[in-house]
């Protein structure tokens, strides 16, 4: 709930009163939620711990080496399946899912409509996953 109001807060100069602001702070709460259930995916994507294992999810006060290893193998992962992504699709991918910049800034900074960014990102997305796909099929042969 902090996130929300921080967000309004930011947000309020650009709020131009088209719809109640009640409606304005729903959205914003919406967008919130969907943005730390992305996260939420993406850290189990990258997660070593097994489902259930309430002793893995236990913080530990500093990474062993094996998840130092864990998480550089990871994030090479991730910048070779970026690196083979279509530059616009990778571009629109990394300012939404990891900069966390909204839809409608992303299409300010690329001169873009907003609908298109939004088809981008699911593309990116549809990339991104098929890449991963194939980057776990060539790890298991």
Known sequence: MQDVFLTAHRLLPEFRGEAKITTWLFRITQNQVRHRLRRVRLRRLFSSSEEGDILAELPSGT???VDDLERKEARATVYRILD????????A?????????PGEEIAQ???QKVATIWVWLHRARAQFLDGLAKHNKSERS
């Open 63 to 65: 990474p062993s080496p």
């Open 84 to 91: 083979g992504m279509s530059d616009k699709y990778r571009t």
């Open 93 to 101: 991918f990394i300012l939404f899912e990891i900069e966390k910049l």
């Open 109 to 111: 900074l690329l001169n």
